[in-house]
């Protein structure tokens, strides 16, 4: 297993997604203020803001950066622009027996 700490405020990078602790869901998007998580309010799951937490206030502790991926080969090349992909990389990924790529504990 990996041990981590709570990845600092001025570490954190505008548009990525983070794994964490939070008060409504445990992974957020940095948007440069606030993370935004996905929450259950009332009747249906919506978007909720959560600020970074700190000893004081907030509420949402970032502790790992969501790895996306690069595009090794786009569906096609209209898809090269899509994002669309056929084979994909993450880094610190190892191959599974059913070719799929799963994370290091």
Not at 6 to 21: A, S
Not at 42 to 56: A, F, L, V
Not at 73 to 83: A, G, I, K
Request: with cysteine; aromatic share 12%.
């Amino acid at each position: 297993m990996t041990e981590l700490t709570q990845i600092p405020l001025d570490c954190l990078i505008e548009g990525r997604w983070y794994v964490g602790r939070g008060r409504h869901n445990n992974v957020g998007l940095w948007d440069g203020k606030l993370f935004l998580v996905i929450g259950w309010k009332i009747d249906s799951w919506r978007i909720k803001q959560e600020p970074y937490y700190t000893d004081e206030s907030g509420c949402f502790q970032p502790f790992l950066v969501i790895d996306e991926g690069q595009v090794l080969e786009p569906m096609s090349e209209t898809d090269r622009y899509l994002r669309y992909a056929r084979r994909m990389e993450f880094s610190g990924a190892t191959e599974s027996a059913n070719n799929s790529k799963v994370v290091p504990d």
